[in-house]
Structures are given as C-alpha cells and as structure tokens.
C-alpha cells in the first residue's frame, strides 16, 4: 500500500500525531504554542486527515527521524547532524530529513547563532559596527544577548543599547545582508516581512539580565547622552532601590524568598530609606542579627553587594511575574489600591 503521509499537508501530519500521542501528552504541546498555531491545530484535531495505519506509522517515523535530526544539529551543527544521518540512512533520505528540518525553522533569523555559545558569537561580532551587534542581539534570546553585551567595551555597551533601543522596522534586504557576513557561523534564514526585533522593551529585558556594573555603566553613558532615553528605560525597569516605594505587604513577600545573607550583603553601603524598608519588615529577631552582621561585616567587594542586590531583584521580578506581588510604574493604571 502506498505511504499515504507523502500527500500529507504539515498540519495534518501534526494533526496524526497529536491524536497518537494521547490527550495528556497531547496538552504538554501544545502549552508550548502560539495561540493562533493551537487554534489551527484544533481544527486540524477535528477533522483528521483519512489515513491508514501504514500512513500513521510513516508520519511517526517521520517525526522521530526530524526529532533525532535536531538532536543532532543541537549538538553538532547541520554538518554533523547530515554526516550522521548518512551515514545511518543514506546520502538521499539525509538531505531529505535535514531540508524538512531547516524548512521548519525557516522564518527564524539568526537561528544558527541562538544555539551558538555566547562567547564564541562575540568573537564574531566583535569589530562588527554597533548597528550590525544591535540587530543581531535583537533577534536571539535575552539571557544569551545580555551576556555578549555583557563582556563587549563599555562604549560599546552603551551604544548597541542605545541602537537597539531606537531600532524600528527592519528591511529583509539589511538583515539578509548581516546574515551574509556572518553566514559562517550563524544561519541563513530569512523572514520575507518587516519585523521590529529592537525596541526599548528589549533593552530593559537585556538590562535586566546583566550584572549591575554592566547595568550602571550602560544607564550611566545614556543619562549623559540620551537622557529622554535613559528615564524612559529606567521608567520601565525595576532596580534595587525601587523597592522602598513598594508597599510594605509586598517587601514582606518579597523577603520570604531571600536569604539573610544576601539581605545583609545588599544593605551594605545601601541608602537609609532602602534599609529602614527592609528591617521594618522583618522581625525584631531578624532585623537585629542584620544589624549586628552589618556591624561586623568588615568592608567588602563591591562586587559581591551588587551580585546579592541582583539575586533579590530576581526574586522581585519573579514574584511579579507570578502576579503575587504588584509594581506601581507610573500612571493610572499602575495605581494600587
């Protein structure tokens, strides 16, 4: 009988495989879609495709053979992931399953340099112009861009922030043009539409993740430069000092989830506003062994004070994401009664 997944459409062969995997690991993927991708696959879902079950069984080989390909190409690049799998199947069915593999993430700029370390993307932007770092940054994921922004110059810093966050559409023709120049080492794949990756939301996302030397030095150049720019990103961000306005009900919170010794550390050299917000909402008991550790602390690296304020602005951001805590930005919207 003839392979009938061959006359498949991709959303029907998702559709195949959904009804295999059961309703439970059904529902594990499809937490992981888009709306719009969830709304097309349930109509996929209710109308399945007719097939048999020499059909079904080919589209599960087919899944398992892309999946056991991207496993590859994680690992060792689309070099690899293609020597291996001629190696087990052929020359012709491996150029078949790694063409299906890359026409799937098609659309996805820079999707090689999203898997790249960020070390070694930074030996490939370093030189670059701060436009081309700026555009890059924009399109892969924040923890990976704040680390290459992280170890870049702080000139440089402060400008590809600046850059990204001035960024508006993007022509396909200047994107394919960076993916030219770094095609070596990240992929060639290209959206056919404008996108507006930059923007001062990312900026703030990038800041965020950084250390705070890198934040301050990069805050520091923009309020000298671009001051308007500077107060709008501060406007959106949330730093350490920014929680002695909250209301005491959510410091309380907050200081649930963070350690004694990172509160310590992070009072060190803090303002009186910042500590007074922090041992008042403590108990008498906890608030006087800080203040004895305080005391007793000795001098220490500025370095170590900023690490442990970061991990308690992690806490902060992470409450607020889970919506048990609320942060009054400006505005009426953002009134807290």
Not at 2 to 22: E, I, M, N, W
Request: charged fraction near 25%.
């Amino acid at each position: 009988m003839a392979d009938t997944s061959l006359v498949l459409t991709g959303r029907q062969k998702a559709a195949v495989l959904l009804l295999g995997l059961g309703p439970e690991l059904a529902a594990q993927v499809l937490k992981h879609m888009s709306d719009a991708e969830i709304e097309e696959l349930t109509l996929a879902v209710a109308s399945p495709p007719p097939i048999d079950r020499e059909g079904r069984d080919a589209v599960f080989r087919e899944f398992a053979q892309l999946l056991e390909a991207h496993t590859y190409v994680a690992s060792g690049g689309l070099h690899y992931a293609q020597d291996v799998l001629e190696r087990a199947l052929g020359t012709s069915r491996a150029l078949e399953i790694i063409h299906r593999l890359t026409s799937a993430i098609q659309g996805r700029p820079f999707e090689v340099a999203r898997r790249a370390d960020p070390l070694q993307l930074l030996t490939f932007l370093q030189g670059e112009h701060p436009q081309t770092i700026a555009l890059v940054l924009s399109y892969i994921a924040p923890d990976q861009a704040s680390q290459v922004l992280k170890a870049l110059p702080p000139d440089v810093q402060a400008n590809v922030a600046q850059r990204i966050a001035r960024m508006d559409r993007t022509s396909p023709d200047v994107v394919r043009e960076v993916e030219r120049v770094l095609e070596t080492k990240i992929a060639s794949l290209m959206t056919a539409d404008f996108s507006t990756p930059g923007g001062i939301d990312v900026v703030v996302n990038l800041l965020n993740r950084v250390d705070r030397g890198t934040e301050k030095a990069i805050m520091g150049h923009l309020e000298q430069n671009s001051p308007d720019l500077a107060e709008e990103i501060k406007r959106r961000m949330f730093l350490f000092e920014d929680i002695a306005r909250l209301d005491d009900r959510f410091v309380q919170r907050i200081l649930r989830d963070v350690d004694n010794h990172d509160m310590t550390l992070a009072l060190k050299g803090a303002s009186d506003a910042i500590q007074q917000k922090f041992l008042s909402n403590v108990s008498s008991r906890v608030a006087e062994q800080v203040r004895e550790d305080l005391q007793y602390l000795g001098p220490v690296r500025l370095r170590d004070v900023e690490e442990a304020q970061r991990r308690i602005v992690a806490v902060v951001r992470q409450l607020e994401e889970a919506g048990e805590i609320i942060i009054a930005r400006g505005g009426e919207d953002d009134v807290v009664v």
